[in-house]
């Protein structure tokens, strides 16, 4: 038996008005109206810390690693080493692209800022080892560092194809296992 055209409407209209009368009681029941937040801090607040990174260029942080009471970030050319405590920086490790491969980035029609190295990998993979790859102007490459009590100290290089982007816009996920 089938219906006349406008009851089908209207059929389907009731329909989706009872639909939409019970959305908001489906909402409430998702929502957690006891949720705090674990820190509270005022607008303007002097207390806030913060870590400003460079202040000639943006630096781009996409990757934080946590070291004990050290905080790594990832950024343009540059890991900051910084206290968890109260956000200052410790120590810096500064890894630029080689000129040539800045060179021959630029060849290839990419713009200068794109041709740094930004980053994109941080491993702890033993005691007081860590790993770092970047971008390396659109040549990834990955270093080995023995971490030292002052500074880093550069024990291997490799390629980073398969482990770290080429372009410095793309978002990656690194996993280390069995020293991989």
């Known amino acids: 038996m089938s219906l006349p055209l406008g009851a089908s409407t209207l059929s389907t209209l009731i329909l989706t008005l009872l639909t939409l009368s019970a959305l908001p009681q489906l909402i409430h029941g998702v929502w957690q109206e006891n949720v705090r937040p674990k ?8 207390e806030i810390l913060r870590f400003q990174g460079n202040d000639t260029t943006i630096d781009n942080f996409k990757l934080m690693l946590r070291d004990g009471h050290s905080l790594l970030i990832g950024a ?12 200052t ?3 810096r490790l500064e890894w630029y692209s080689p000129e040539d491969d800045v060179k021959m980035c630029v060849v290839k029609g990419k713009d ?14 033993s005691p007081g080892k860590l790993q ?37 816009q ?5 996993v280390f296992a069995d020293n991989e």
């Open 39 to 46: 820190l509270y801090v005022e607008l303007g607040s002097e």
């Open 76 to 87: 343009r050319n540059i890991v900051y080493n910084l206290s968890i405590s109260d956000l």
């Open 89 to 91: 920086e410790q120590q």
């Open 112 to 125: 200068e800022e794109a041709c740094q190295n930004y980053i994109r990998v941080l491993v702890l993979p």
């Open 132 to 168: 770092v790859c970047g971008t390396n102007s659109f040549r990834p490459m990955c270093h080995l560092y023995q971490i030292n009590a002052n500074n880093y100290t550069l024990e291997m290089e490799k390629p980073g194809q398969a482990v770290c982007p080429y372009d410095p």
């Open 170 to 174: 793309h978002n990656s996920t690194a």
